[in-house]
């Protein structure tokens, strides 16, 4: 297809691996919506997102194509967008993480805010994920980073879940998502600068994994 043109140009034999992927995306908003994009633009369709929530006016400084669908699931309107995408309308929570069966998966992409399903996650995933840490409240998009899960910093957020991971006995390696920057506001304010910049490199980092299967 003429779309994948200049993509093919860059990954080379690689693109293949891609279009054959299978790809689990929990959460679809400031910043699963733009790793979701960036996937789908880049030739890897066979995408099952999962999300509860409806979009919301509030929603419309940081979320993929929420102008156009407030008060619609988000899932659903997303697949309009993304026609070959699958969806499942579910709260991501501890139980639902423990009871999903991830196997026929290559990677589990977590961009939710829940401690207690990341935890979960990371105790059942951690082979094939990669999870974003707190992307609000930040302005600099360049403090942006990738580490695993131990190397991560600079993010309340983040140190509670290494926390809690340490008090689990869990010492296993994965990709994280995170922002060296301290939280300018105690507020939840965010900036679409920095909240698309974890989406885009969460979906870098999947594709950079995908190519060295």
């Not at 293949?16 to 994009?37: M, N, P, T, W, Y």
């Not at 099952?48 to 407030?70: K, P």
């Not at 639902?96 to 401690?115: G, M």
Request: charged share 30%; hydrophobic share 35%; net charge positive.
């Amino acid at each position: 297809m003429a779309r994948y043109t200049r993509t093919r140009l860059l990954f080379g034999n690689d693109f293949e691996r891609l279009q054959d992927a299978k790809i689990i995306l929990l959460g679809v908003g400031g910043v699963g919506s733009f790793c979701l994009d960036c996937l789908y633009r880049n030739g890897i369709t066979d995408i099952t997102i999962v999300d509860f929530d409806t979009y919301d006016e509030t929603n419309q400084n940081r979320q993929m194509w929420s102008e156009l669908h407030e008060h619609e699931v988000k899932v659903e309107a997303l697949q309009e967008h993304y026609p070959e995408i699958k969806i499942i309308h579910q709260r991501i929570d501890e139980e639902w993480v423990k009871n999903f069966d991830f196997d026929e998966y290559d990677l589990v992409l977590d961009a939710i805010d829940d401690t207690k399903a990341k935890l979960a996650l990371a105790q059942k995933c951690y082979k094939k994920l990669i999870s974003s840490f707190g992307s609000a409240k930040r302005v600099d998009p360049t403090k942006v980073q990738v580490a695993d899960i131990w190397k991560s910093y600079g993010d309340k957020f983040g140190s509670k879940i290494r926390y809690e991971l340490r008090k689990r006995k869990f010492t296993k390696k994965y990709k994280v998502i995170f922002s060296s920057e301290e939280a300018q506001i105690k507020e939840k304010g965010s900036f679409m600068g920095v909240t698309a910049t974890f989406g885009l490199t969460m979906c870098a980092e999947a594709i950079k994994m995908l190519r060295k299967k």
